[in-house]
Nanobody, 122 residues
């Protein structure tokens, strides 16, 4: 099995910064794309940022210029540096990873972390 463990959430004032981390562990042959999603109360889960195995990135328009996604392939870990945080960034943030657990498998499987709360408030 594969586990994704997130850390780094918390309470921060508007304009502040947080760094989220997500480490994938378990029966892993290869990790493809990794990403961060968020879900605010009463809203659908939305993509925040994603990064491919080769390092190409994609961001939601609402976070461009403020958030930076990165990864350490040796550690199967993805990070989300969040700067200039706004109250509308308040949500539960979920880590996602596309994982192949055996070399002979043709497809990657999506795995999710348990979520970490980010609250931006004065």
């Amino acid at each position: 099995q594969v586990q994704l463990v997130e850390s780094g959430g918390g309470l921060v004032q508007p304009g502040g910064s947080l760094r989220l981390s997500c480490a994938a562990s378990g029966s892993i042959f290869r990790v493809n794309a990794m990403g961060w999603y968020r879900q605010a109360p009463g809203k659908q889960r939305e993509l925040v940022a994603a990064i491919t195995g080769g390092g190409s990135t994609n961001y939601a328009d609402s976070v461009k210029g403020r958030f930076t996604i990165s990864r350490d392939n040796a550690k199967n870990t993805v990070y989300l540096q969040m700067n200039s945080l706004k109250p509308e960034d308040t949500a539960v943030y979920y880590c996602n990873a596309e994982v192949k657990t055996r070399w002979y498998y043709s497809d990657y499987v999506d795995y999710w972390g348990q979520g970490t709360q980010v609250t931006v408030s004065s």
